[in-house]
């Protein structure tokens, strides 16, 4: 049964696995954040942040993780609790 | 006020020397002057692709650091009086150019030629910048191949980051016949992929290997199918509209009767 269907099944081109190959890689390439980009871009959450929750910035991590052609991007900020005040909730 | 392009690639070995040369010789021959600048410095290759290794006396290292005026470093051409070779150093390395010493040497050249054709190194450190940081625009040369493909897409986001905008691409060394049997990536795919203006497709053809034994740009071989794939690059750089599928008929097993196969033509 399985034979039969590869029997069928058009055999992929060199060219067309290249192709995807090429799509996978270059997806990934692109989203590549430089080291100012990711610093930048944690100053820019942590100050948003820090109107809502008080956190341990010496904890704080940021990781980029690739699992099946996809990119993620980890961000753990410890909690230590919640402000003392805030403006608009007077 | 001449244009300053700069040829690169990211990956090495793809044909940025043989582009530059041909690209120079071809320009020279429609009557602009032309140099064409060796900045691989330390691997110069530029003056024995164009035939002119014997005639190098100075070097643009030498002009940097004050040992010759740059008018005697360049190196006429032998065969057409308006095009020149400034030559790289053999024996020094990229650091021996500052990025402020290539900027103040591309805004001299840009005054005395119409075109200023930089050859840069592979790679995309200090002798790509270098390359890269007095050039007008980018022309990124690749192979239809995976590495050669993923490198220039690296180019092509470290040139726009840059300021240098959209560079525009030669895919180099095609063999329609591994294109038709689904073994080499196309053009359309290549595009498909990086997403930038094609300026032009060269075959893989061994007249290129034996113009470079000569020292003769393949681009002088009129009969050659890489050699009319240059001169339409050369006369789209000069703003004339050649389609990019040449449509004169030729013997049916050159490359462009057999590229018109493939595009459906007859
Ligand atoms: N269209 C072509 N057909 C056949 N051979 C080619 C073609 N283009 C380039 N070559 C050959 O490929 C080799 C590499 O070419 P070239 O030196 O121009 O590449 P490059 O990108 O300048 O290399 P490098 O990164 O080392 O500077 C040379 O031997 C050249 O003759
Ligand atoms: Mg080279």
Known sequence: ?90 | MGEVYVITSGKGGVGKTTVTANLGVGLALRGAKVVTVDADIGLRNLDVVLGLENRIVFNIVDVVEGSCRLEQALVRDKRLENLFLLPAAQTRTKEAITSEQMLEVCSKLRKIFDYVLIDSPAGIETGFRNAAIGADKAIVVTTPEVSAVRDADRIIGLLEAMGKGVPQLIINRIRLDMVEKGDMLSVRDVLDILAVPLLGIIPDDEEVIVATNKGEPVIFRDDSDASRAFKNIVARLQGEDVPIIELSPRKNTGFWSKLRQLFGGR
């Open chain 1, 1 to 90: 049964m399985l034979s039969l269907f590869k029997l069928f099944k058009k055999k992929e081109s060199s060219s067309q696995i290249a192709k995807s190959r090429l799509e996978i890689m270059l997806k990934h390439d692109r989203m590549e954040l430089t080291k100012d980009d990711m610093l930048e871009m944690m100053d820019r959450i942590l100050m948003v942040l820090k109107d809502y929750v008080n956190y341990d910035k010496d904890r704080v991590q940021m990781k980029v993780k690739r699992e099946n052609g996809e990119t993620f991007l980890f961000i753990s900020v410890p909690v230590i609790g919640r402000p003392a005040s805030r403006d608009w909730e007077r």
